[in-house]
């Protein structure tokens, strides 16, 4: 079977030479498809791991999915050393060269958009978890977690819910006065659906799951706000990732085999 054209990013000629050559998914190397002034940074993978009905297998398998997401962000760290790439969705294949010029051409002026939009700014992602296990120890370990009748049960099992939704309540609050200071320090933000904790692996579950589009100059000081607006509470955990590639903001949909 034939060769894939894989897209990692779209950004414009290189202001700077590359410290080291680009190796992209499956050790191949990264090479560039110039186009209408603009960059597709692109490698070749084979069609019979990245053809729709095989890449749908892939997806399912999360020790592929790791291995190609970190040979995919490799390679747009590179690029951030030397320009602002724009970054596309993992596993954005095309047929060959011409595929990928043609999506160039037919979504120019969108590209151009975008790139002026993400140009000298980075994304910062901030996630917040509840661990309810420490609502259930404060519990199990009080004088009254030790139920002796059928009403001490129920009574208990009240207090516990209770105990559950105050809990909520107040991290969902936390939550969003903390996207809410955030968004007003960057320059935008977008929320995501929160994580699944078996996938993501990161202990509790994630309430707020947001990313902010945050000049270079000014994330220093970003940073610093995330410190300042942290919460004390035993439950609840602040969790800041970055500087990423704009991710979140690109606007632009992905290509498809």
């Known amino acids: 079977m034939s060769a894939l054209r894989y897209v990692y990013a779209l950004c414009r000629p290189f202001s700077a030479p590359l410290q080291h050559p680009l190796t992209g998914v499956g050790g191949a190397p990264a090479r560039q498809v110039e186009h ?3 960059v597709a940074v692109v490698s070749q993978v084979p069609e019979e791991d990245f053809a729709e009905e095989p890449l749908k297998a892939h997806l399912e398998d999360l020790d592929w999915l790791t291995a190609t997401a970190r040979a995919h962000q490799k390679v747009i760290d590179a690029l951030s050393g030397v320009t602002t790439p724009l970054p596309l969705r993992l596993a954005t294949v095309f047929r060959d060269d011409s595929g990928v010029r043609v999506m160039i051409e037919e979504r120019k ?38 139920a002796t009748s059928g009403r001490d049960y129920l009574r208990q099992r009240r207090t516990r819910t209770m105990a559950h939704e105050e809990m909520w309540e107040k991290v969902e609050e ?83 085999t």
């Open 174 to 256: 936390f939550a969003r006065r903390l996207h809410g200071t955030l968004s007003s320090h960057a320059e935008e933000s977008r929320l995501h659906a929160p994580q699944n904790s078996v996938l993501s692996r990161a202990s509790g579950r994630n309430v707020l799951n947001a990313a902010y589009l945050v000049a270079r100059s000014s994330s220093e000081e970003f940073v610093e706000l995330v410190g300042r607006t942290g919460d004390d509470t035993p439950g609840i955990r602040v969790e800041l990732t970055g500087p990423w590639a704009a991710y979140s903001f690109t606007g632009l949909m992905e290509g498809e």
């Open 109 to 146: 002026d969108d590209l151009r958009r975008a790139l002026d939009r993400v140009e000298g700014r980075v994304e910062w992602g901030v996630k917040v978890y509840i661990d309810d296990r420490e609502t259930d120890t404060a519990e199990s370990d009080s004088p009254a977690g030790k």
């Open 36 to 38: 209408h002034g603009l």
